[in-house]
């Protein structure tokens, strides 16, 4: 078990990171973006069909070639979460979170006692009880756990403040289609509202001591969020495929 999380650490220490998500149950593609210099992959267990039968070897492959594996896990549910955790998921990403009982529900259940109610059962994360005691492992894991919450809905500005004086809430997300939805705005991520409610939230959250993060297709996007002031940027890795896909057909037959 590493008792570290190099991304939370770099964003403690002020420093930008990027990570891809990565929808299907491919560890190739896990270890593509490692290799590519991805600081994270985030399996995406909301939007695509892993579960955490198919996390398992991504999360291997991620540990093998030298980065955490994180899971964006649709259900906000301490079972379920536990399940991706405890094959060694090192940050959970929770969707659709509308207030701060959800945000707290979800952060509870990343930890164990007395921080959080996560439940304990050795195994995997506790190295099968080879190497340490789990008394001395409890506080590492938890330390460890990048938790993230997305703001994804304009309604969820009268709920920020409470959210983003949460405990152990490490990164905020800005999930900009759904946001743009909430609006009025469906498809529309980059309309000139949409923008403003996210830097608003960037705004509150800075204030707080809270990191941000949000999605960026592609470099023009990810140099312009950094320099809105966002911590992290995730890419989708079936857009960087396509995008390079449709470059190569069209040089090659241009």
Same mark, same amino acid.
């Given at each position: 078990?590493?008792?570290?999380?190099?991304?939370?650490?770099?964003?403690?220490?002020?420093?930008?990171?990027?990570?891809?998500?990565?929808?299907?149950?491919?560890?190739?593609?896990?270890?593509?973006?490692?290799?590519?210099?991805?600081?994270?992959?985030?399996?995406?267990?909301?939007?695509?069909?892993?579960?955490?039968?198919?996390?398992?070897?991504?999360?291997?492959?991620?540990?093998?070639?030298?980065?955490?594996?994180?899971?964006?896990?649709?259900?906000?549910?301490?079972?379920?979460?536990?399940?991706?955790?405890?094959?060694?998921?090192?940050?959970?990403?929770?969707?659709?979170?509308?207030?701060? +009982?959800? @945000?707290?529900?979800? =952060? /509870?259940?990343? $930890?164990? &006692?007395?921080?959080?109610?996560?439940?304990? #059962?050795?195994?995997?994360?506790?190295?099968?009880?080879?190497?340490?005691?789990?008394?001395?492992?409890?506080?590492?894991?938890?330390?460890?756990?990048?938790?993230?919450?997305?703001?994804?809905?304009?309604?969820?500005?009268?709920?920020?403040?409470?959210?983003?004086?949460?405990?152990?809430?490490?990164?905020?997300?800005?999930?900009?289609?759904?946001?743009?939805?909430?609006?009025?705005?469906?498809?529309?991520?980059?309309?000139?509202?949409?923008? +403003?409610? @996210?830097?608003?939230? =960037? /705004?509150?959250? $800075?204030? &707080?001591?809270?990191?941000?993060?949000?999605? #960026?297709?592609?470099?023009?996007?990810?140099?312009?969020?950094?320099?809105?002031?966002?911590?992290?940027?995730?890419?989708?890795?079936?857009?960087?495929?396509?995008?390079?896909?449709?470059?190569?057909?069209?040089?090659?037959?241009?």
């Amino acid at each position: 078990m590493n008792p570290t999380n190099p991304v939370k650490d770099k964003l403690a220490a002020g420093e930008r990171v990027i990570g891809c998500f990565i929808p299907p149950a491919s560890p190739e593609i896990v270890e593509i973006c490692a290799l590519a210099g991805f600081d994270f992959a985030l399996l995406d267990a909301e939007h695509g069909p892993i579960s955490p039968a198919t996390a398992y070897p991504m999360i291997l492959a991620a540990e093998a070639r030298g980065i955490p594996a994180f899971a964006r896990i649709g259900q906000i549910d301490k079972q379920v979460i536990l399940k991706f955790l405890d094959l060694g998921i090192t940050g959970v990403m929770a969707p659709q979170v509308n207030c701060a +009982e959800q @945000a707290r529900t979800a =952060i /509870a259940a990343t $930890k164990y &006692a007395p921080t959080g109610n996560r439940g304990l #059962a050795g195994g995997r994360t506790f190295d099968w009880a080879l190497t340490e005691p789990a008394v001395e492992m409890v506080p590492k894991l938890n330390d460890r756990i990048l938790t993230m919450i997305q703001f994804e809905s304009v309604e969820t500005l009268k709920e920020l403040d409470a959210i983003l004086a949460l405990d152990e809430l490490d990164v905020l997300f800005v999930g900009p289609n759904d946001l743009a939805q909430s609006m009025g705005y469906p498809g529309q991520p980059g309309h000139p509202e949409v923008t +403003e409610v @996210a830097n608003e939230v =960037i /705004a509150r959250a $800075k204030a &707080a001591g809270v990191r941000t993060g949000t999605v #960026a297709a592609n470099v023009e996007a990810a140099q312009s969020c950094f320099a809105r002031g966002f911590d992290m940027v995730v890419a989708n890795a079936p857009g960087l495929l396509a995008s390079a896909a449709v470059a190569y057909v069209t040089g090659a037959r241009a």
